[in-house]
């Protein structure tokens, strides 16, 4: 019954909703530990993602950086082959 009790309470606690009421001691211990493995639910599967959207984005910026770099090479290599087609003139 004790369980059925506390599980009741975690899931008001977990939906905002708390009753100004005084919990029984194993009530109090098993709200913890089912607030604890919720946290754990929620929040490991929402750091893999955050991570995995990390290293997408990271790989991306160095790929458009690649790019930025290639770009810039051949303009520099363009303007100095018309600088000096300039001062040898």
């Known amino acids: 019954a004790d369980y059925w009790f506390s599980m009741l309470y975690s899931l008001i ?4 909703d708390y009753p100004m009421t005084e919990y029984p001691v194993k009530v109090r211990i098993m709200h913890v530990l ?8 929620v929040s490991l599967p929402a750091a893999l ?5 990390g290293d997408a984005f990271e790989l991306r910026r160095q790929m458009e950086f690649r790019k ?3 770009a810039l090479s051949s303009i520099s290599r363009l303007l100095r082959r018309i600088v000096l087609r300039r001062r040898f003139r």
Request: charged share 5%; proline share 0%; with cysteine.
């Open 13 to 16: 606690h977990m939906s905002g």
């Open 34 to 41: 089912c607030l604890f493995v919720a946290w754990a639910f």
């Open 49 to 53: 993602l955050v991570a995995a959207f």
């Open 68 to 70: 930025r770099q290639q």
